[in-house]
């Protein structure tokens, strides 16, 4: 019998095929479209599409007064909100040259350190379970429960703060918030030594990291990569040290680099920033002053006419604020530049020619937050 | 390697616009305090003095008048007068105090203390040199942080306003352009630097800008039937 021959509808070894990874997969972390052109198991061009949760902050800020809008900062990135509430907070101070208390500068630095901390966490926990370790993740969520636990009693919130004030914080922190974050230090170095024992050096993991998705330095400076993913590429830059904000120069701290460009390359420097992170709560704890919380700010405030800009290292990279004021009560604009929408930027180019189980290791690496792309 | 913000502000300045149009001038008329204080004290005063601004009127110019119509009004008005004056006039003299003069207004290549602005420096270049403004940048090391857009409708136009810095130096710098509001039209400068692809097309759903020979302005953070920009400053929701 004879069979015949399929009729080719293209040229079969050049035949590639689209498919959409997202906008509700696990392994996008939320809402995120990736449309992927593959061929076979290679990626052709792989485009992300944002967008599904974009709430128009920008607008919000607006028509709403500058106090008013504070509370959306910290909805961006809701991994790392004090942070995020500390670049707003930071540009207003900076136009309205509003005094901020020392103590308050210290429990700035403290709770946002903390949210690294936590924030850095979950991120490790995630990236490990998209590539199928179901372990750690429970283990980082057992961690973060003691800072989360601890950032309640002084904040009022767990996750989407809003602690900071213009010019100072709502609410004066206690002994024991000093006490608990002095305990939680060695405990998280102890953990960080069995984190490194259980993932670290675990043949499965690295062989899924180790020379993936690489990203060079000059990548990183023509799409405007920052945070950890820059910190991998080898260049030494961190906001907290290129532009000084608080009071973070007055404290010793490293900035973790790797030369590697790989995804460990950006696994390592996280884990090394979380060491980073104890060490200057560790600091701030033994040198907090005692004092006021909160300088004097205007009851209606009015912004001086012109541009601000502020940034802040957040768990993800450079966080900016840049706020124009018409000398009105409410902004005039609010742009927000956020960390996760630059660094995905550059998934396209970057993922190009890489296997699919591969680029998800690599989009992985970038530890997105989707609201904080989509804002 | 890295370059100071001086010479970097010269090398900048063969882009920058001649001359410039503050934004916004709506606030420029605004600074003069001191008038202001005195109107609405004197606004008060008039209905205090029980017998109408007839005595405020009359007491002003007192040489003119006095002899017409002298029968009732003269003694009564001249002493109510003063008194409201000399409340008046430490009134403004508390205000007039603090008003700070208004600051210069920014030149097109202008140098800002860091700690003020958040910013080293910040140029105002013609909107057709854009892209060797990013070139110029791109020779110099420096890596981009952003670009967006600002709408200014009574003066009809849109600035868009590109941001970069330097992972070496951490120099922060900013150019921005200025383009009619009704043809807002401007080249893409994501050849020289691709990571603007996205700012740019972002710009693009909120204020409608056209980035000439961007590969793909379709929307982005919009719902994909979007025909409104809603960072525009008229537009309702």
């Known amino acids: ?60 800020g607006e028509n709403r007064t500058w106090a008013q809008f504070l509370p959306n900062t910290s909805r961006i990135d809701y991994l790392s909100a004090m942070t995020y509430t500390h670049a707003f907070v930071g540009a207003v101070e900076k136009a309205a040259k509003l005094e901020v208390p020392i103590r308050a500068e210290y429990i700035r630095v403290i709770t946002s350190e903390l949210n690294r901390i936590s924030s850095h966490l979950v991120g490790w926990g995630a990236w490990i379970m998209d590539l199928g370790g179901f372990t750690p993740i429970l283990y980082a969520f057992d961690d973060r429960e003691k800072i989360l636990d601890m950032l309640e009693e002084v904040t009022g919130s767990r996750l989407t703060y809003c602690y900071y004030r213009f010019g100072g914080v709502c609410d004066d922190v206690d002994e024991k918030f000093i006490r608990s974050a002095q305990e939680f230090v060695p405990y998280m170095r102890k953990r960080l030594e069995m984190y490194k024992k259980l993932v670290t050096g675990n043949i499965i993991f690295r062989k899924r990291v180790e020379g993936i998705g690489p990203i060079s330095a000059e990548m990183c400076r023509k799409y405007g990569a920052c945070g950890p993913v820059l910190r991998g590429s080898g260049v030494k830059y961190d906001v907290r040290r290129a532009e000084p904000y608080s009071i973070y120069n007055q404290f010793d701290f490293e900035i973790p680099v790797y030369n590697e460009c790989d995804s460990m390359a950006r696994y390592l420097v996280r884990m090394d920033e979380i060491e980073q992170s104890c ?97 | 390697m890295s370059i100071s913000v001086e010479q970097l502000a010269k090398e900048f300045e063969p882009l920058a616009v001649k001359e410039m ?15 202001k204080p005195a109107a609405p004290a004197a606004a008060t005063a008039a209905p205090k003095s029980a017998t109408p601004a007839e005595g405020a009127s009359i007491a002003a110019k007192p040489a003119a008048a006095p002899a017409a119509p002298s029968v009732s009004a003269p003694v009564p008005a001249a002493t109510p007068a003063p008194k409201p004056a000399a409340a008046v006039a430490p009134k403004p ?27 080293h420096l910040e140029v105002t270049v013609e909107s057709t040199k854009v892209v060797e403004a990013a070139q110029l940048l791109d020779t110099h090391g420096f890596a981009i942080d952003a670009v967006t857009g600002m709408d200014w409708p009574k003066q009809e136009l849109l600035e868009v ?77």
Request: charged fraction near 25%; hydrophobic fraction near 40%; proline fraction near 13%.
């Open chain 1, 1 to 60: 019998m004879n069979i015949p021959p399929l009729t080719p509808v293209g040229d079969p070894a050049n035949e590639t095929f689209t498919i959409n990874l997202g906008p509700q997969h696990p392994a996008t972390h939320g809402v995120l479209r990736v449309k992927l052109e593959m061929d076979g198991e290679f990626i052709k061009n792989a485009q992300p599409v944002p967008g599904y949760i974009h709430r128009m902050h920008e607008k919000m």
């Open chain 1, 279 to 375: 060490r200057i709560i560790e600091q701030a704890c033994a040198k907090i002053p005692e004092g006021p919380i909160q300088g004097k700010v205007p009851r209606v405030l009015k912004l001086p006419v012109g541009d601000t800009c502020f940034a802040t290292e957040c768990g993800r990279g450079r966080f900016l604020v840049r706020v124009t004021s018409d000398g009105g009560e409410n902004p005039y604009r609010v742009r927000l530049r956020t960390p996760c929408f630059t660094n995905l930027t550059l998934f396209e180019e970057a993922s190009e020619g890489m296997m699919l189980a591969d680029a998800l290791s690599l989009m992985a690496s970038l530890d997105l937050v989707i609201p904080d792309i989509d804002r």
């Open chain 2, 21 to 35: 149009v503050q934004l916004p001038p709506a606030i420029v008329p605004k600074p003069a305090p001191a008038p």
């Open chain 2, 93 to 119: 003299a508390a205000p007039v105090v603090p008003a700070a003069p208004p600051p210069p207004p920014p030149k097109p290549v202008q140098i800002w203390k860091f700690e003020e602005k958040g910013l």
């Open chain 2, 161 to 237: 306003i590109y941001d970069f810095l330097h992972f070496e130096s951490g120099m922060r710098v900013a150019y921005r352009a200025r383009i009619a509001r009704n043809d807002p039209k401007i080249a893409t400068i994501s050849k020289v630097f691709p990571g603007a692809d996205w700012h740019e097309r972002e710009t693009h759903d909120f204020f409608g800008i056209n980035f000439v020979g961007h590969r793909d302005l379709s929307p982005f953070m919009l719902p994909d039937d979007a025909t409104y920009h809603p960072l525009l400053k008229d537009f309702k929701a």
